[in-house]
């Protein structure tokens, strides 16, 4: 994901990229990587490396509020972030605050529960998920057959959703000046048993473009300011549009653009950047990209290589 952004920014300018030398992250050649002083505090070294830079966008987990940390910081030192902020940051990084707010504004969503808010006696389902309220991706999710089960895996910092039946699909948004734009769904390969996610696969046929692109639009308007950048939103696509489902929504960049990029004409970071304009066309047909868990990409069943 970070080389995918890396070199498409590349291409529109200079790109600085803050990196722990520990690490070996094969970022493009046209990309200049800024080493990390492990013995000193990681946010001042980020704010004097994007100090000078005409914008900034973060890659970081929801977990322990360090995404909303890092946008804080840079944004408090004057750095143009481009990334959500204010109570869209605060309700999207909490996953029961979503389901509150969906629950008020009807957005169609799981049965959620938290600690403090337990399900009925008798209430069913027909497997349990418990997830943390801060987590990232598909991290620390666990699945139960029994409600019994699930509750005694359920602490103050989690929560309970009833499984949902359907297709996983997740659709991106660009949002620069309130002005959204939409980006082709694309289906999720999520494992049954322990709800890891494996890649994904799109753009998805148009039917079901219709059916993602309607129920994102009316989740992003139940949302409080402010949005700005890409927000990702998984959803489950039932056997009628009528049950489908939002799960959640991403303040930040997703695996999904490594594959999203090879959909589009353009440059999708030239959009990010509040740049491009007009419709986003695809260039490829149906289901023709696809990507695993680790940034693959295949294109047409062809592996893509970018080194």
């Known amino acids: 994901m970070l080389r995918s952004l890396a070199t498409d920014l590349a291409e529109l300018g200079e790109v600085a990229v ?19 002083d492990q013995g000193q505090p990681l946010w001042p070294q980020w704010v004097s490396i994007a100090q000078d830079c005409d914008a900034a966008i973060i890659i970081a987990p929801e977990q322990d509020g360090i995404l909303a940390q890092a946008v804080a910081m840079l944004r408090a030192s004057g750095v143009d972030v481009v990334m959500s902020s204010g109570d869209f940051l605060r309700v999207a990084g909490d996953k029961w605050e979503t389901a509150r ?7 169609p969503h799981p049965a959620t529960f938290s600690a403090t808010n337990l399900p009925a006696p008798g209430e069913q389902a027909k497997r349990w998920v418990v997830k943390p309220r801060d987590g990232c991706g598909t991290d620390r999710i666990q699945t139960f057959d029994t409600l019994a089960d699930a509750l005694r895996e359920l ?3 989690s929560i309970l959703q009833a499984w949902c039946e359907g297709e996983p699909v997740s659709v991106g948004v660009i949002v620069n000046g309130g002005q959204m734009t939409l980006l082709p769904a694309v289906g999720q390969q999520i494992k049954q048993k322990s709800c890891a996610y494996a890649g994904g696969r799109g753009p998805l046929p148009d039917r079901a473009q219709q059916r993602v692109t309607s129920l994102a639009s ?8 402010f949005a700005r950048g890409f927000v990702g939103l998984d959803l489950i696509l039932a056997d009628t549009p009528a049950d489908d ?25 030239e959009r990010l950047l509040g740049q491009g304009d007009g419709p986003v066309r695809c260039c490829v047909g149906e289901e023709a990209v696809r990507w695993s868990a680790d940034g693959q990409v295949w294109v047409d069943g062809e592996p893509v290589d970018e080194r």
């Open 18 to 36: 803050p990196v722990d030398p520990q690490f070996e992250l094969p970022l493009p050649d046209a990309v200049a990587p800024i080493a990390i």
């Open 155 to 157: 602490t103050d910092r």
């Open 101 to 107: 707010l969906f629950n008020t504004h009807q957005v």
């Open 245 to 269: 489902k939002v799960i959640e929504i991403n303040a930040r960049l997703t695996t999904s653009y490594v594959g999203l990029r090879k959909m589009v004409e353009g440059n999708l970071a």
């Open 218 to 225: 009316y989740a992003l308007a139940a949302m409080p300011p």
